[in-house]
């Protein structure tokens, strides 16, 4: 099973060049990473799988197009968060801003599992209505930071956006996310 540290360039220009099995190592290497950042992104798994679909439609069509001047996994991710802040944008214009979540882990389980998988269901309830009230470009650089654990330069870097900017939409994302947190703690009480 190919990884993102086994991805050469040698398979990048095979790939690019057409060999499915090289195209299959680099979608088995960074499918994972696409669907958990487009997962976050636009809070739905049907969705998140539309999206990695998408973009690695779109990685097949451009590799001929990439010039090595980045890494491919910040290509690829540079990739993946436009298409999901694209889809979370229109997804937000054609809906009311209700929260739709979805167990994304509904395997058999024991008695004994059950309350950690309420209480597993509740966090990331929470989480993702944390993320959900954040706008697209706050909410993409928070995923990467804190949930794919990017560092700023590899945040600015797929972003194509300046460091500065990280700095700035992390800070406003941080900010607002403990504002809400801090109101959904007292609406409980």
Excluded at 42 to 68: G, H, I
Excluded at 81 to 106: C, F, G, P, W
Excluded at 138 to 156: K, N, P, W
């Amino acid at each position: 099973m190919e990884t993102i540290d086994n991805i050469t360039e040698n398979i990048i220009i095979e790939a690019s060049e057409g060999s499915t099995e090289a195209f299959e190592g680099i979608y088995k290497a960074y499918s994972g990473l696409v669907y958990n950042v487009a997962f976050r992104v636009v809070n739905n798994m049907d969705e998140a799988q539309e999206v990695t679909q998408e973009v690695f439609l779109t990685v097949y069509r451009k590799l001929k197009s990439f010039k090595f001047k980045s890494s491919l996994k910040t290509w690829i991710y540079r990739i993946a968060v436009n298409m999901s802040i694209d889809y979370a944008r229109k997804r937000s214009k054609e809906q009311d801003h209700t929260v739709l979540y979805e167990d994304h882990n509904k395997l058999n389980k024991t008695i004994d599992s059950v309350s950690e998988e309420v209480e597993r269901e509740e966090q990331e309830k929470t989480l993702s209505t944390l993320l959900e009230a954040l706008s697209p470009n706050l909410r993409v650089c928070i995923v990467l930071r804190s949930i794919e654990g990017l560092s700023y330069q590899e945040i600015s870097e797929s972003l194509n956006i300046n460091i500065n900017t990280v700095r700035s939409r992390l800070k406003r994302a941080r900010e607002k996310l403990l504002a809400l947190r801090k109101e959904m703690v007292k609406n409980e009480m």
